[in-house]
């Protein structure tokens, strides 16, 4: 069974950054593409970016257009969103999502718990 686990959330000032991580466990992670959502205070959850199994990389947002990226290491069965330049509408609880292959359609039936991310002075 797939499972995914994030890491790496936290507290930081605006214009800071941070890394987070996500482990997948359970099958062959090469098969999947794995995406990046979050949820902010009030709204609806988003798409954000999503890496497929080819390591074609797909932007869901313009909002993070040159501030978040999305990589993936084969060997530590690991995707990872980096952030910079964070701002406080970058505020939320960020999840990774995993389903075959590609990033379309965004349905994604495999959901980590999530990592808080607030960005505050």
């Known amino acids: 069974q797939l499972q995914l686990v994030e890491s790496g959330g936290g507290l930081v000032q605006p214009g800071g950054s941070l890394r987070l991580s996500c482990v997948v466990s359970g099958v062959t992670s090469d098969y999947y593409a794995i995406a990046w959502f979050r949820r902010a205070p009030g709204k609806e959850r988003e798409g954000v970016l999503c890496?497929?199994?080819?390591?074609?990389?797909?932007n869901y947002v313009d909002a993070v257009k040159g501030r978040l990226t999305i990589s993936r290491d084969s060997a530590r069965s690991t995707v990872y969103l980096q952030m910079d330049n964070l701002i406080p509408e970058d505020t939320g609880v960020y999840y990774c999502a995993a389903r075959e292959y590609v990033c379309y359609p965004r349905l994604f039936p495999f959901w980590g718990k999530g990592t808080q991310v607030t960005v505050s002075s």
């Open positions: 890496i497929s199994h080819s390591d074609a990389i797909t």
